[in-house]
């Protein structure tokens, strides 16, 4: 998955250790998982060589990142000018997040 | 690495096999390797669940993707409060680029 971080998400990040992000439409701070309990527990830091990108490495507790239910949000493959869906949904985004 | 598109660079991503990259400061379109020869021939696209970030599987020409020569942009780890560069940068940049 792609988010994005200002200073304070990531030194939530690094306190916590819970992969936290801001999110600039709702101008918060979000801590991922906090509704589907679906967690990342940061393993690894990475920062890029021009000191403006973060990878994370992490344990992604349940069973997906993607609020589709899809293990990665990168499950959109181009192929031959279309778009084909990856794999399977690990779990019912409407369970999830309408409780 | 991590960087922009524009929907030409996306274009020309698709079209030429190379991954191609717009620079916001140049105002101008970047086929990776270009200076460097370290061109990313392309071999899988992925779109993400809300349509903003591409995905690149690449073969990486040359030794590294980034211009410090390390084979990855993202060689910092921080830990403990530090940051470690992981790994030897596999070519001089002076060498690759100021030819």
């Known amino acids: 998955?792609?988010?994005?971080?200002?200073?304070?998400?990531?030194?939530?990040?690094?306190?916590?250790?819970?992969?936290?992000?801001?999110?600039?439409?709702?101008?918060?701070?979000?801590?991922?998982?906090?509704?589907?309990?679906?967690?990342?527990?940061?393993?690894?830091?990475r920062i890029d060589c021009d000191d403006d990108a973060i990878l994370l490495k992490v344990e992604q507790l349940g069973r997906a990142a993607c609020h589709t239910g899809h293990r990665s949000c990168f499950h959109k493959k181009v192929e031959n000018g279309s778009i084909l869906i990856m794999g399977e949904p690990l779990f019912d985004p409407k369970e999830v997040y309408n409780k």
Do not use: C, D, H, P
């Open 1 to 45: 998955m792609l988010a994005y971080m200002n200073q304070q998400a990531f030194e939530a990040t690094l306190s916590t250790g819970k992969a936290t992000y801001y999110s600039r439409s709702r101008q918060t701070l979000w801590v991922k998982g906090e509704t589907s309990g679906n967690v990342q527990l940061v393993k690894e830091i």
